[in-house]
């Protein structure tokens, strides 16, 4: 067979050498060369060619030599060509070329590495950069952020995170550095080239590429001139640099600083100083009487802060002849020098003392009638229900006071029948119900036992450790006392305590009942007498008895 003829390489379509003329480099560095095709996208689309099946090849043709005879450099299919990093024999025409089977473009493009001496073009202070600086244009006074260019290609490119170090001529002040550069408060001194060297790691080798930027200022809106000492003098032209003049922003002419004797005093200056080139002297400071601080003792001290320009004079224990001192504050640079007087104006204080007094004194009386109130408190409510409480005889037909109700054959028989009878009888002018006294012989118990209670305005139970046994009086009379109560018979119960009882003796009805109602606790000796507490608290369970002779309103 005859052997296979060779496929016939397509005919390559030559768009000759690119019009954006060289790409420079410093020798050293890192550069890159991007296909000149794709910056076309409507002709030649990186994407869209690759899946056209279009593979990207890089030749390097050094000086005098042709394509045929050389240099294929890179058949990795990138947009980009990378040196990393360059050397002067770099230096040439590289030709990319785009192919597949059946179609082929080709342009030249010359890549220039420059020496380090001539890239910095003589500048003093120069770093050697090979690609011209990007512009940035900042208004006065406002801040801004400057990001290194093609930060971004070496990002994608190292293996860590790339380093960012910047370079000014001038002293960087008033500036942040890091991966951006901030400028907080553009002046008019920040303008100028910034350097910024991008530096990251590829395959164990340090690689690096500088740029710069060229940061200009410009006045975005016209300055406020109030503040601005030299503003009288200026008619209606506005200028378009800064006055380099200081002027005082802080205390203003109608500022008024409250002062209060005796305690500290701050008083804070803000200058306005602007940098005169070549000559950064720039002075804020206070003087007392026209005289600097280091004439007067330890009372007035000044905190500067050099960074804001601001200055505080402080002013311990402030004295009442320091209002007639005259605290100015003034500030220079090479252009001029502005001073303002601090105008200081007591504090009116409140008239402390007498309000204070008031307070006292309305304080003691509440805590007086608190006490009154917790010691009297019985007396006051007798007195209050003797002048406003109703008489419950006009209101019911009841026979009786008090019905005593009392285990029989105890010591509390004895207490019920001397004492409480006694005194609630005769002395105090009750009526009072006792069962074994008032009943009549022959009658049925429960019945009568149930009607006397009926009958009377209170049951007073005295309560004793075997009252109201399974199956007594007492007992009875207890439950006909507290279910007249509970059905709203105009009965209350009333307990009485002779002796201390263990609450576990009582029967289930009284520990029922306690929760609900009074325990009135005999003291022994200490109640015998018709003014102590025991009577009072008693009465005051009792009906109302409007008997003038009846008040002990003595203390208990
Ligand atoms: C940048 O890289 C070049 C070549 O590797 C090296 O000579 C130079 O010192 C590097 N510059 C800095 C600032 O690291
Ligand atoms: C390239 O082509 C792709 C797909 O055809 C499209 O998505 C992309 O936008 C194109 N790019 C440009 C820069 O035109
Ligand atoms: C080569 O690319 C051209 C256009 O870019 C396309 O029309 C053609 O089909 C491609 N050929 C092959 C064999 O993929
Ligand atoms: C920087 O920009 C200013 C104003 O646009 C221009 O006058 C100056 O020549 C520029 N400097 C450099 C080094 O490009
Ligand atoms: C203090 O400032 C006032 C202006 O506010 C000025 O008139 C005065 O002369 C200054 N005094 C001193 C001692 O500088």
Redesign the pocket.
């Known amino acids: 067979g005859a052997p296979p003829t060779p496929l016939p390489l397509p005919m390559c379509y030559d768009w000759g050498e690119s019009s954006e003329g060289s790409v420079f480099v410093v020798e050293g560095e890192v550069g890159w060369l991007s296909c000149p095709l794709f910056s076309h996208p409507s002709v030649y689309n990186y994407t869209s060619t690759q899946s056209a099946g279009h593979n990207l090849f890089w030749y390097h043709l050094p000086e005098g030599q042709d394509l045929e005879q050389c240099c294929l450099v890179h058949t990795k299919d990138r947009e980009r060509l990378w040196l990393q990093p360059t050397t002067a024999s770099d230096t040439g025409q590289y030709i990319c070329m785009l192919r597949n089977k059946s179609s082929c473009s080709k342009i030249g493009i010359r890549l220039t590495v420059l020496r380090p001496d001539d890239a910095t073009r003589g500048?003093k202070c120069a770093l050697p950069v090979a690609v011209?600086?990007t512009?940035k244009?900042v208004p006065l006074q406002k801040g801004a952020t400057l990001d290194c260019p093609d930060l971004q290609d070496a990002i994608k490119m190292s293996e860590s995170k790339p380093e960012v170090q910047w370079y000014f001529a001038s002293a960087l002040k008033n500036v942040e550095v890091g991966f951006h550069l901030l400028i907080h408060v553009m002046q008019e001194e920040h303008?100028?080239?910034y350097y910024c060297r991008v530096q990251y790691q590829r395959r164990n080798q340090t690689l690096n590429f500088t740029r710069?930027i060229?940061?200009?200022a410009i006045c975005e809106t016209p300055f406020l001139l109030t503040n601005i000492h030299v503003a009288l003098s200026l008619t209606l032209s506005v200028p378009l640099s800064l006055p380099k003049q200081p002027s005082i922003m802080n205390p203003t002419n109608d500022q008024i600083f409250t002062v209060k004797t005796g305690k500290e005093v701050r008083l804070v200056c803000r200058g306005h100083l602007p940098f005169v080139l070549n000559n950064p002297s720039r002075h804020i400071w206070w003087t007392v009487d026209g005289e600097t601080l280091d004439k007067f003792p330890d009372r007035f001290r000044e905190e500067n802060r050099d960074w804001t320009l601001e200055s505080v004079l402080v002013i311990q224990n402030f004295q009442s002849k320091d209002l007639k001192r005259e605290f100015n504050c003034s500030v220079r640079n090479e252009k001029g020098f502005d001073t303002r007087r601090a105008q200081l104006e007591e504090e009116v204080t409140l008239p402390s003392v007498e309000l204070g007094c008031g307070l006292g004194v309305t304080l003691l009386l509440m805590l007086l009638l608190f006490v009154v109130y917790h010691v009297f408190w019985l007396e006051l409510l007798l007195l209050y229900r003797s002048w406003f409480g109703t008489d419950e005889r006009h209101t019911d037909d009841k026979e009786y006071d008090v019905y005593i109700s009392y285990a029989r054959n105890s010591e509390e028989e004895q207490f019920v029948l001397s004492t409480l009878r006694r005194v609630l009888e005769n002395e105090l002018g009750y009526s009072v119900c006792i069962f074994d006294r008032d009943s009549l012989p022959g009658g049925t118990i429960t019945d009568e036992t149930l009607s006397f209670v009926a009958r009377s305005r209170r049951l007073l139970v005295v309560v004793s450790p075997g009252y109201a046994s399974q199956g007594s009086q007492a007992l009875l009379e207890l439950k006909a006392g507290i279910d007249n109560m509970a059905l709203g018979g105009h009965l209350r119960v009333i307990l009485v305590q002779y002796k201390p009882v263990r609450r576990q003796g009582w029967v289930r009805e009284l520990r029922r009942a306690r929760v609900a109602l009074a325990l009135v606790r005999w003291q022994g000796d200490k109640s015998r007498e018709l003014s102590s507490r025991f009577w009072k608290r008693l009465r005051v369970e009792l009906p109302v008895r409007r008997d003038p002779l009846t008040f002990h309103l003595n203390a208990g």
């Open positions: 500048v011209a600086p512009e244009i303008q100028g080239i710069s060229n940061v200009s």
